[in-house]
Each structure stands twice: as C-alpha cells, then as structure tokens.
C-alpha cells in the first residue's frame, strides 16, 4: 500500500497561505490522494481529493507534482479556525471498495 | 442533511468487560468503515461494511468485531476490554457507488471516546 510522509508540524501567520507538504513516493497510477482535517476530538473532516491535475475548491487547492510522488495543500487565507490536524491520504483499491491509508499528520497552528 | 452520527459519545469501561458502539451513516451511504485513533498509533483501520457484509479488514485481534444491519447502520463490538482498547472510535460512511467513482469520499462521525480502567 501506497504510505504518505508528513511534517509533524507547522506555523502559520493568520492571513498567510498555508502550504502543507505530502510525500507520496509509491503511490500507484489509480489511487487518489485525499486531504481530511481534524479539529481537536472531532471526527476527520474532507477538504480536497485529486488524482493527477491540480485541484481548487472553497475549502483549498491542491498541487499534486507531475511524478504524482508529492502534493501539496494550500490554504490561500489561514484563520484561526484553520488550526488543526492536517492528514495527507491516499486511496487504494481493495476487495471491491477502496481502503483509506492515513498518514501522521500534520498538525498546523495558525497564529494571530 | 443529517451527518453520520455515533453514540455513546463518552464510554468508560473496566478490564474484561465488552463494549457495543453505534453508527448511523448518512441517508443513502452503503459503506460504513470504522477507525481506531489513539495518540501512538494514529489512525488505524478496523473493518468496512456494504449490504452487511465485512468488505475489508484491519489488522485487529478477533476481540474486535462488527456488522452491519440492513438500513445500513452498524454496530462494532469489542470483547474483553484491555487498557490499550482505550481510544477514540470513529465510524466514516461513503456512498460505495463502485471502485470507478472519482468523487467518492468518507464522511467520519464525531466519534466514541472510549476509556478502559
């Protein structure tokens, strides 16, 4: 299964774009990646998925490399409320279905 | 729309005792999966459920089991309770419309906090 590496942590000046990097070296040429947050004992909450072209939503962007070993998040305009576990995932098929492969996280603090 | 919900959302326990936690998926999902989270290990797959059947598993002793009823909500079960049981327990559901959507997406309830003494 395809594994993701993460930066355990990092800060962020409210206001900045946040860029949160993934490593994704084996991923395979059908799984997707995913991007969930998690706010302090709450469930994972869905930010943004893409397979190989550059995605944009309310939320996000993401920027997935040509290679598709690395991609990054980016939030354009960090708050406060952003502050949170950040987890890079990618998607693989298994048994009919899928099965999510969550990585460590990166837990993001944006300052005031 | 409702979300997915779980209850209890706090759970304290003794060694040896067995625990039943409780998923609702959203209105429509067919996949319910369930989660262990725990400070050292992070997010960790248990098993995944469609049309009440066991589609995956983790890699989780036989202690831990669950299934699935037919309006989609499932249960997960966890037989002798040991310290290291202790954990946040999150059920995700999906729509499951086949390995071929690309807009397929897990939607995670707030969780069980679990606590073995």
């Known amino acids: 299964d395809a594994k993701t590496t993460q930066p355990p942590s990092m800060d962020c000046a409210e206001g900045r774009a946040a860029n949160l990097p993934c490593n994704h070296s084996?991923?395979?040429?059908?799984?997707?990646v995913y991007w969930y947050r998690q706010i302090h004992s709450q469930g994972p909450q869905y930010i943004i998925h893409?397979?190989?072209n550059n995605e944009t939503n309310e939320m996000a962007s993401l920027i997935i490399t040509e290679d598709r070993k690395s991609s990054t998040l980016i939030l354009p305009h960090a708050t406060l409320r952003d502050t949170a576990v950040y987890y890079c995932?990618?998607?693989?098929?298994?048994?009919?279905?899928?099965?999510?492969?969550f990585g460590t996280g990166t837990r993001l603090k944006v300052l005031a | 729309k409702a979300g997915v919900t779980q209850t209890p959302r706090y759970l304290i326990k003794t060694r040896g005792q067995q625990v039943t936690l409780s998923c609702s998926p959203i209105?429509?999902?067919?996949?319910v999966s369930w989660y262990q989270q725990t400070p050292g290990q992070g997010l960790q797959f248990l098993f995944e459920?469609?049309?009440?059947?066991?589609?995956n598993k983790g890699n989780f002793p036989g202690r831990f089991s669950g299934r699935q009823f037919s309006n989609s909500r499932s249960e997960m079960n966890v037989s002798t309770l040991e310290l290291g049981d202790s954990a946040l327990y999150l059920c995700?559901?999906?729509?499951?419309?086949?390995?071929?959507?690309?807009?397929?997406?897990?939607?995670f309830g707030s969780g069980t906090q679990l606590s073995v003494l």
């Open positions: 459920y469609f049309s009440e059947t066991q589609r």
């Open positions: 893409g397979l190989k």
């Open positions: 995700a559901s999906s729509l499951a419309r086949g390995q071929t959507d690309p807009n397929e997406k897990l939607f």
């Open positions: 084996t991923i395979s040429g059908n799984e997707y």
């Open positions: 209105s429509g999902h067919r996949s």
């Open positions: 995932i990618v998607r693989v098929a298994a048994s009919g279905t899928y099965k999510y492969i």
